[in-house]
């Protein structure tokens, strides 16, 4: 398989592109302000954890929205240099997008209401939400998928 990413130009890229924009975003979680860089504002430091401070809910939400929206796609980046068939991008397209209308929106809705007792879920959910946990489960999935195919081949 590494033979075969390093001899396609393209999937070197969307290799780089995927590790590289995943590293951005992480290193500079803190300042990735999408709220005010929209309205052409220097980006604010962005402290939020899962303590309550006292946040702007529509600015929390846009700069949690567009973070989770960056980091799948870089992870789908990964995924589209490893395997480059494209039933594998269809389907974490389609995990992006139940992360994005089910689990961002629960994750904001328990941040901003805080409700009593559960700040380590939301900790925890955070960390499942705004890093592209799911999307790199999906590798050693796709893997076994794809092992599991060959042999099936190979047995017939």
Do not use: C
Not at 37 to 59: G, H, M, T
Not at 63 to 80: E, T
Request: hydrophobic share 55%; net charge positive; glycine share 4%.
């Amino acid at each position: 398989m590494l033979k075969e990413i390093l001899q396609s130009p393209k999937r070197i890229a969307l290799l780089l592109t995927g590790a590289l924009g995943l590293f951005l975003v992480y290193f500079f979680q803190h300042y990735l302000d999408f709220y005010h860089l929209i309205q052409f504002k220097a980006p604010e430091d962005l402290a939020y954890s899962s303590n309550y401070i006292d946040v702007d809910p529509w600015v929390f939400s846009v700069n949690k929205v567009f973070r989770y929206i960056l980091n799948d796609l870089f992870a789908m980046a990964l995924i589209g240099a490893l395997f480059p068939e494209k039933r594998y991008l269809r389907f974490a397209l389609m995990v992006l997008m139940v992360g994005l209308f089910i689990l961002v929106p629960l994750y904001i809705v328990l941040f901003l209401s805080q409700p009593e007792g559960l700040s380590s879920l939301i900790g925890h959910l955070h960390r499942l939400v705004m890093n592209p946990v799911l999307m790199m489960l999906l590798i050693p999935a796709f893997f076994y998928q794809k092992r599991l195919l060959e042999e099936h081949r190979h047995n017939t």
